[in-house]
């Protein structure tokens, strides 16, 4: 039986690589699965070495406290991988861990295959990372469709297989005046479906800024409602008791699909849920901090303007953006209550994302999931690295 080493980092590596897996085992069943993941790769049948938020931090500081414990699980996985001796390892993003992890295993596993999903990010910062990547990696897979030749230039075969949200069922108009129905809001109230973050620290940082702008919008809409998405049932209690003083109605929703195609708007901490409330045909504002340390020394080292992919891609502000000082509840407010007093702001909004949607590979057929399980396949047969 073929033996694949799969590790994701965060929530969103999770999905792709729980789509990864399914559809390796519809191509080749006979395929045994090890490594790092959370619910959705568990559900595929992964048994995780330990679970995916002991890994899942972001920032440059706010990673310093974790250091000697990530540094544990870094070995910790990397040792395993060399006991377990697979056919292949595929990592998934977050490259502060995986990469350190691919390292130490190419040190002992030199004609070991590898394989990365998600390319680092070298057109915003550290070019140099294309060389690193070359040097551990027998192929790397891209989400956008300008990296390849970023990689291709250093000796890294790539392939652009597209961005795997593209895969989710979205809500058409029709299923969302259905799904309403499940979720107590009357009709007539004003939605707002708010993501404050996958991770407690981004909780903490967004929700009381968040709670502040959305009491200056309740009092023009005050019948607002508010739908936070959680991805975890324990962020409820926090979230909750960061609402303190909040002159408005809240709701929890775990289903974040079905709360995105639902809002009015959305008021959006940047990330993947970005693109997902898009697809799902509702405007939105994008707003993030972090800490001051990490943004100052983010901030030498990147070159582009925008933190959403939206924007990003084009090199355009379709999305508008409220970061670091600039997401603040008087900006925040202002903008919500802009796109909700005027509906040509949506529907421009609305237009411009979906042109961006398209590139990204919306509305395609190829699945990026199974264009990445036919690569990985074609890997493994390979005789030669």
């Known amino acids: 039986m073929t033996n694949i080493y799969i590790i994701a980092g965060e929530p969103s590596g999770d999905f792709i690589g729980s789509r990864v897996m399914f559809n390796l085992k519809s191509l080749q069943p006979a395929l045994n699965f090890i490594g790092v993941g959370g619910k959705l790769m568990s559900e595929q049948g992964l048994h995780s070495l330990f679970p995916l938020n002991e890994i899942s931090i972001m920032g440059f500081w706010e990673i310093i406290p974790h250091i000697p414990r990530l540094k544990k699980l870094i ?67 891209a989400l956008l469709p300008f990296e390849p030749p970023y990689f291709e230039a250093v000796g890294l075969p790539c392939s652009y297989i ?31 479906c708010v993501t404050a973050g996958s991770r407690v620290g981004e909780i903490a940082r967004h929700t009381p800024v968040f709670c502040q702008a ?23 209690t926090l979230i909750t008791r960061l609402l303190t003083g909040a002159n408005f109605d809240f709701k929890f929703s775990l289903d974040r699909l079905k709360s995105f195609a639902l809002a009015d708007v959305a008021l959006a901490k940047s990330g993947t849920n970005t693109l997902e409330i898009a697809a799902s045909s509702t ?47 008087k900006s925040i407010a202002n903008e919500i209550i802009n796109i909700l007093a005027n509906p040509n702001v949506a529907t421009q909004q609305l237009q411009a994302s979906n042109q961006v949607l398209n590139i990204l590979g919306f509305n395609s057929n190829n699945q990026p999931s199974m264009r990445a399980a036919n690569i990985i396949l074609e890997l493994l047969a390979k005789n030669e690295l």
């Open 75 to 141: 070995q910790h996985t990397a040792e395993d991988i060399i006991n377990q001796a697979p056919d292949i390892l595929i990592t998934i993003d977050s490259p502060g861990f995986t990469y350190r992890v691919a390292q130490k295993v190419r040190a002992k596993m030199p004609y070991l295959k590898m394989l990365h999903i998600v390319a680092p990010s070298v057109w915003v910062y550290k070019p140099g990372r294309a060389k690193k990547y070359a040097k551990l990696y027998n192929h790397l897979l």
């Open 214 to 236: 959305l009491n200056i919008v309740s009092k023009f809409y005050p019948d607002l409602q508010a739908l936070f998405v959680i991805n975890d049932p324990s962020h409820q």
């Open 162 to 192: 597209g961005h795997p949200v593209t895969e989710q069922d979205f809500y058409s108009a029709k299923t969302e005046l259905q799904a309403k129905e499940n979720i107590p809001i009357p009709p007539a109230h004003k939605i707002i």
């Open 283 to 329: 405007p939105m504002i994008v707003a993030y901090k972090i800490n001051i340390m990490s943004y100052v020394f983010i901030k030498l080292l990147i070159k582009i303007k925008y933190i959403s992919l939206i924007n990003i891609i084009p090199n355009q502000k379709i999305l508008p953006e409220f970061i670091q000082s600039d997401c603040n509840p």
